[in-house]
């Protein structure tokens, strides 16, 4: 006979594997481990709400950069004098805006669409036009509280994999004890492409869209890979244009530049919270950090503040692998100048390549990089089975969402190489994007020396949890209390981090019901 929680699924035809798929198969596995209720079960294996919608934008004139060779039909084409430099935006692929009066007032040498600029290249002229971008919200579980997760600028973005991210928002509220669930979304887009005053429009009208969906109780958006502090802001001035009461829906996202109300301490808080966790793992070894290797796949927000603050402490980096290319200095890279190489606003991918401090390696060269730590910080589905049976590092500590595939993480465990699941050692940002949105209900807030302490308290006696959980070592030290969320056996961190984040979902179905 049928089990009744079979009887009430409705049977999948052709069960087909997708990036979410593979994404839930840890929470079906701890499902199974802890006999999660199955209407808990149901509720949590899709999400609540998948919003899809578009967002169009009016796009500035451009200049397209044309190949050596596609120039030099324009060999005799004169060049145009530009009187108002700073009108000319340049981006990151090559491209360049026309801002403001750019070439108002300038003897401009037009032929079949395309001039000559000072610096010798020809360009094509493309007017702008409007444009339209697809852009996502999904609110995945609001149990323990209203949905919480980043917005995502990129080009590589689909409806299942902001399922995905959502989801892990929910373990990882839950894991972090913070009084959210779980969302994700943002725009299929390449930010790189567009100028400042561009994004801005796309924002603001994202915003204008995403308005009647959140709400400061409701689902709080951050920062995540593409967008930031400027992003933030603006999507905040947007959701409170006309609002009277503007103080009041601050708390609308997080990851704000902290002179408008965004917390100390913020910016570094999910580098920062990967390394404490790194940090308890040595010391349950009784070690520390001096003298570590260790290695970043991404240089961005997560990548490079745990890199520096890793390097504070002592530890060595010998390696960085970012989208534009790889570095490598097996007598360890000076983090503060690489960091101000990454900053420097002539440097406008924003890449550790051409950092003089470091040679250049391939991307496939930099994953057998021998050091004891790898640090994923760049995005999912990085680490699979070929590259998982070649790595040399001892712990991995997953910075970035999903970093390893499940047929990685079996050869991890395998080969005996530790783990640091991305649910407890990223969830740094979204412990302090809490204390920012009770910092604005509160109308207050904190030193930042006050935000790292709690920080640092919460994730070391989650992570501690979790290592009991996973050692099957029930207890209550003074700092935390594993004795509800062990389950009678050994099981490995993913699934440990996991138990601790259903467990805590499950209390409040339990507990407070479902309502109809
Ligand atoms: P970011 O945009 O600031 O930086 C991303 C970095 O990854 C860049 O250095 C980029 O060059 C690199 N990168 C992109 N594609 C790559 C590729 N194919 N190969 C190698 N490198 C690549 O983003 P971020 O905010 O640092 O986020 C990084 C990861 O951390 C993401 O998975 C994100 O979801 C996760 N995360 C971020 C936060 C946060 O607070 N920002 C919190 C939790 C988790």
């Known amino acids: 006979m049928a089990e009744p929680q079979n009887f009430m699924r409705v049977p999948d035809p052709s069960p087909k594997r997708t990036l979410y798929t593979d994404a839930m198969e840890i929470f079906h596995r701890a499902a199974d481990t802890i006999g999660l209720a199955p209407r808990v079960r149901l509720e949590l294996e899709e999400p609540d709400y998948e919003h899809i919608f578009y967002v169009t934008a009016k796009l500035k004139d451009r200049l397209r950069p044309l190949s050596p060779e596609a120039a030099r039909s324009f060999g005799d084409l004169p060049v145009t004098q530009v009187r108002d430099p700073n009108g000319l935006e340049r981006l990151a692929d090559g491209q360049i805006l026309l801002n403001g009066k750019a070439l108002l007032g300038s003897d401009v040498m037009i032929r079949r669409g395309h001039l000559r600029l000072p610096d010798g290249g020809v360009y094509q002229l493309i007017p702008g036009e409007s444009q339209r971008f697809k852009a996502y919200r999904v609110q995945h579980n609001q149990a323990r509280g209203p949905y919480k997760g980043g917005i995502r600028y990129h080009r590589e973005v689909s409806l299942d994999l902001f399922k995905a991210l959502a989801a892990e928002m929910t373990w990882k509220t839950a894991i972090a004890e913070v009084p959210f669930g779980g969302g994700k979304g943002g725009i299929q887009i390449d930010p790189r492409q567009y100028g400042r005053e561009e994004l801005e429009a796309i924002t603001l009208r ?291 981090a996991m138990i601790l984040a259903l467990k805590r979902i499950e209390a409040h179905y339990v507990i407070e019901g479902f309502s109809q």
């Open 206 to 496: 994202f915003m204008y869209k995403l308005k009647r969906l959140i709400g400061p109780n409701i689902d709080i958006p951050a920062p995540d890979v593409g967008t930031n502090g400027e992003i933030m802001a603006l999507m905040m001035r947007q959701y409170l244009d006309g609002e009277n009461e503007r103080h009041v829906g601050r708390a609308i996202v997080t990851g704000k530049d902290v002179r408008i109300g965004g917390s100390e301490g913020r910016v570094k808080a999910t580098g920062r919270g990967v390394v404490y966790c790194i940090e308890d793992y040595y010391a349950d070894k009784g070690e520390t950090l001096k003298g570590k290797t260790f290695t970043v796949q991404g240089f961005g927000n997560v990548g490079s503040y745990a890199a520096e603050i890793m390097g504070n402490l002592g530890a060595r980096l010998l390696a960085v692998n970012d989208y534009d290319g790889t570095i490598y200095n097996p007598d360890g890279i000076d983090v503060a100048a690489l960091l101000a190489h990454v900053q420097d606003p002539k440097n406008l991918k924003r890449s550790v390549v051409g950092f003089p401090g470091a040679q250049k390696i391939e991307k496939s060269d930099f994953w057998e990089v021998p050091a004891e730590i790898l640090i994923p910080a760049a995005l999912g589905g990085e680490i699979t089975s070929d590259i998982a049976e070649k790595l040399k590092c001892k712990l991995i500590a997953e910075g970035a969402n999903g970093p390893t595939t499940p047929d990685a993480d079996r050869i991890l465990l395998k080969r005996g190489i530790d783990l640091i699941p991305d649910i407890i050692a990223n969830a740094g940002g979204v412990t302090v994007s809490y204390y920012e949105w009770i910092q604005n209900k509160r109308m207050e807030s904190w030193t930042e020396s006050e935000v790292n302490a709690k920080l640092e308290h919460a994730l070391k006696r989650n992570y501690r949890i979790i290592r009991d959980i996973s050692r099957n070592n029930p207890r209550r030290t003074e700092m935390h209390d594993s004795r509800p969320f062990c389950v009678g056996k050994q099981v490995e961190p993913r699934l440990a």
